[in-house]
């Protein structure tokens, strides 16, 4: 059957078996290999993908039934080749992963929940990623990282009164402007640099 996907923002047709599962045709047919097959019968989480912005286990479906829908894989969270989402950074930066398997189920799930819920609590975190399994890292720096998340999109919304972040942007370095080096710092930088940091 010729199913055509809207993944990541761009149409993409395949003829699939209809007993195809999204999770294969996205591996297969899109050759996007970011989605994991862990469990396979709607488990672990590690297929999850976004379906019109809200998480799925890419497993569990046909891909038929996701003809016309918006998919989200974790290759489009990144704004751009070479950089990362800020969930992405921020998993990064608190080592919210280890072997990787869980990891792009975890941020799709993260990413989902700080688009509804721009301050979540904790428990509200740890519920959202109930649903995905990870077998090495304790879930404490993945439960960091989202909220770690959510803290510079909220930061990166505040100073100027923009509407919203998309987590899609770039990582801001927040830190710029309240880190700003002073003055004898600088100094003691160009100190540091041949030639006094003068060109
Ligand atoms: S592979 Fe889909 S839930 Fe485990
Ligand atoms: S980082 Fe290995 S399963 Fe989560």
Redesign the pocket.
Known sequence: MKVTLKVNGRVCSADVEPRKTLLDAIREDLALVGSHAGCEHGVCGACTVLLEGEPVRSCLMFAVQADGYEITTIEGLAPAPGELSVVQDAFCETHG???????SGMILTGHALLQRTPEPTREEIVEAISGNI????GYGQIVEAIEFAGERLRKANAPRGSKGVDANQPHVDLSAETDAPQEGVLKAAQADTPHGGRP
């Open positions: 992963l280890q072997c990787g398997y869980c990891t990870c077998r090495c890292t």
